[in-house]
């Protein structure tokens, strides 16, 4: 009999212990790609998070990234929204959840064709 009631008290610290973690956990945000050239989309998701509102981002780098489009739903039940930006500026983005969560874009220069040609030359090489 006792080994009954220990089992059960186990499982009930247990499942109340998981209960507290599941109700206390942030929702998670991602980007896309953590490095993106100027002039790419890049695309904000949130997950699990029951208040929806836009990623913040700082001041500082707020003039890198161009709102592209507002919250979309992907799924109501697992709670999934997403927003796009376009990359203005090169340097990093960091985007912060409303329920928690960074998620950091790293902004590189767009490669010009001429470089392309310069390669093929072999021009830019040092010796």
Same mark, same amino acid.
Request: charged share 20%.
């Given at each position: 009999?006792?080994?009954?009631? &220990?089992?059960?008290?186990?499982?009930?610290?247990?499942?109340?212990?998981? $209960?507290?973690?599941? $109700?206390?956990?942030?929702?998670?945000? &991602?980007?896309?790609? $953590?490095?993106?050239?100027?002039?790419?989309?890049?695309?904000? &998701?949130?997950?699990?998070?029951?208040?929806?509102?836009?990623? %913040?981002?700082?001041?500082? =780098?707020?003039?890198?990234? =161009?709102?592209?489009?507002?919250?979309? %739903?992907?799924?109501?039940? $697992?709670?999934?929204?997403?927003?796009?930006?376009?990359?203005?500026?090169?340097?990093?983005?960091?985007?912060?959840?409303?329920?928690?969560? %960074?998620? %950091?874009?790293?902004?590189?220069?767009?490669?010009?064709?001429?470089?392309?040609?310069?390669?093929?030359?072999?021009?830019?090489?040092?010796?």
């Amino acid at each position: 009999m006792k080994k009954v009631i &220990t089992i059960s008290l186990v499982l009930v610290f247990l499942l109340g212990t998981l $209960t507290v973690a599941m $109700t206390l956990a942030n929702g998670d945000i &991602t980007v896309n790609s $953590t490095k993106v050239q100027k002039g790419d989309i890049i695309i904000v &998701t949130s997950v699990g998070c029951s208040n929806p509102n836009d990623p %913040t981002i700082s001041n500082e =780098e707020a003039y890198r990234v =161009e709102k592209f489009s507002n919250r979309e %739903t992907i799924s109501e039940a $697992t709670q999934t929204y997403q927003w796009k930006y376009k990359a203005k500026q090169i340097g990093n983005v960091t985007f912060t959840g409303y329920c928690g969560g %960074t998620a %950091t874009v790293y902004i590189a220069p767009k490669e010009q064709p001429m470089y392309f040609f310069m390669k093929i030359i072999g021009f830019g090489k040092k010796k």
